[in-house]
């Protein structure tokens, strides 16, 4: 059975979409941490991040970058914090997390936003990806 995020791929299930190519997909996360938190996936499902074809992880990674230097312009934040836990999803998925404590990162302090400022976040890091 597809994944939840094979479904956000395939546009059956709505997100709030920040970049794509041929191979990933960003969007943010329905649950953040903090604004403008954002989840990089390889459009290909597999589980674990080390499963994946190196090629795929090295394009992963190189598109997370380029996702995370949008989210740095475009979200006022000490620094991005990266992460890959999918304990939940079995989807690969990298955080991309604007942080400025330690606490931002843990998964327990999370933000409501109201469904126009997720657009506007996503709206915005759109605006900055290169
Ligand atoms: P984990 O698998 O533990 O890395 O966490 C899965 C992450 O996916 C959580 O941060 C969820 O908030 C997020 N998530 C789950 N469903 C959706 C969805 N439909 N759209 C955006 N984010 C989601």
Known sequence: MATIFTKIVQGEIPSYKVAEDENY???????PNAKGHTLVIPK??????FDLDKEIYKGLMDFSYRVAKALEKAIPCERIGMSVIGLEVP???VHLIPINFMDDMRFVKKEKLSQEEFLTVAKLI???FQ
């Open 44 to 49: 290909q499902e597999v589980n674990k991040i």
């Open 91 to 93: 989807h690969v998925h």
């Open 126 to 128: 759109s605006a900055n």
């Open 25 to 31: 997909y960003a969007f943010l996360d329905i649950n």
